[in-house]
């Protein structure tokens, strides 16, 4: 995700009591009473206070919090499964509160598709016609409905099981079958409630990486609601932590567990691995030096002399990376009369992205003094890592 991405649900001062008494409810909030005071005074259940945030164009936005926070209200409040109580839900300018019956089911068809924890498969019907159903009752023609639901199938990796009947499959094939059935409605958002967490762990985690490789190859923008904060860290691009029906914490995984927003965030966080979400990025370094690949030994050589280096990455006009020469060879270039080091480039390197987690850097040293170089998707040189700066962070990361 970047920040250059547009916005596309814009979330304002949302709230949800349930209860009769919704009005009151809201004054004693704004009073400064708590969801356990409201309740004991009134009888309503605050639900959801104050919430606001942006959901992006194509990022996997992952809402998070233990039972009774509020997550499983708020995405039911989104495509209005939930009525909201006050504020504004904003759609490519349609603010879904203020929408009549059939201007929304017109938004929903258009917006939202949903998967549920619960695999919901009808047991009579193919994995075809599961996967068809959403478009069937929309009175899409047989024809472009077979084409869609066997295209989603097959984005989810189900091509051959189309005749297949749900008691045929595993619990991961089933929950497949039901993110096709949500993919074939071609919706521009997929909302997703809790649905990895009936799988056993092994097929779980495989569904985690089959999502978010569906989300880099389609670009969908999808929210997904778990109370498992090691899926929200494998998955999510950022993540809303909730607590009581309000938002704690806003971040990226590395935000959440590197700079948590007060005690109950850092206790929440605490016995996760942080070297496994904490990125390259954070241990890089500036390059001090880098060599253009037409320049000769001797330029390369001093640049390794003042900066005290024993080799040196070689860049070309736009800052790519060619590779890296070593002074030995520099050394031995000069002194044989060569005027480039074009030669020499060393094509085999170490290279991450910033993202990168920590822990799969130090295995990457393997005995090469080398530093590791981070790279943009177009191969530029951004920095660099040494081992000692890895050692240090994940010293931190450990301690935090």
Same mark, same amino acid.
């Given at each position: ?9 814009? %979330? ?24 356990? *005071? ?37 995405? =039911? ?39 549920? *924890? ?8 193919? %994995? ?25 199938? !097959? ?14 499959? $595993? ?48 670009? !969908? ?50 016995? %996760?691995?942080? $070297? ?5 990025? =954070?241990?890089? =370094? ?28 070689? %860049?070309?006009?736009? =800052? ?66 040494? !081992? ?13």
């Amino acid at each position: 995700m970047t920040d250059t991405q547009q916005t596309k649900i814009q %979330v304002r001062n949302l709230s949800k009591v349930f209860g009769n008494d919704t009005k009151k409810a809201l004054e004693l909030r704004d009073e400064g009473l708590s969801r356990a *005071q409201i309740l004991e005074k009134t009888g309503q259940t605050l639900g959801l206070s104050n919430i606001n945030f942006d959901v992006k164009e194509g990022e996997l936005l992952v809402i998070m919090g233990l039972s009774g926070s509020g997550k499983s209200t708020l995405i =039911r409040c989104l495509n209005r499964l939930i009525e909201p109580t006050s504020g504004d839900i904003v759609i490519e300018g349609e603010n879904i509160p203020q929408l009549s019956e059939k201007a929304l089911l017109q938004c929903r068809r258009r917006h939202f598709s949903m998967v549920f *924890q619960n695999f919901a498969l009808f047991p009579h019907r193919t %994995v075809q016609m599961n996967a068809e159903y959403g478009l069937e009752i929309r009175g899409i023609d047989k024809a472009e409905r077979a084409k869609k639901a066997s295209d989603s199938l !097959k984005q989810v990796g189900l091509e051959g099981w189309e005749d297949a009947y749900p008691n045929q499959l $595993s619990g991961g094939m089933q929950q497949r079958v039901g993110l096709a059935r949500a993919l074939a409605n071609d919706a521009s958002v997929l909302l997703m409630d809790e649905a990895f967490s009936a799988l056993d762990p092994l097929i779980r985690r495989d569904m985690q990486q089959e999502l978010i490789e569906l989300q880099h190859r389609t670009q !969908k923008t999808t929210i997904f609601i778990t109370h498992d904060l090691d899926e929200a860290l494998h998955i999510g691009d950022r993540i809303i932590l909730l607590r009581d029906g309000e938002i704690v914490q806003i971040g990226t995984p590395e935000e959440i567990l590197t700079r948590p927003a007060d005690e109950y965030v850092a206790r929440f966080t605490e016995g %996760v691995d942080k $070297s496994r979400v904490v990125s390259a990025q =954070r241990a890089m =370094r500036p390059v001090r030096s880098t060599a253009r690949f037409d320049e000769g030994p001797r330029t390369a050589l001093r640049k390794m002399a003042e900066n005290q280096l024993d080799s040196i990455y070689v %860049v070309d006009r736009e =800052r790519k990376l060619l590779g890296i020469v070593d002074a030995d060879k520099a050394d031995e270039a000069a002194k044989a009369g060569l005027d480039s080091i074009e030669s020499l480039i060393d094509p085999d390197f170490p290279y991450v992205g910033p993202d990168e987690p920590l822990a799969s850097l130090y295995a990457m040293f393997s005995g090469k003094s080398h530093p590791i170089a981070v790279l943009d998707d177009n191969k530029r040189l951004l920095g660099v890592i040494v !081992k000692g700066a890895v050692l240090e962070q994940l010293a931190q990361a450990g301690n935090a």
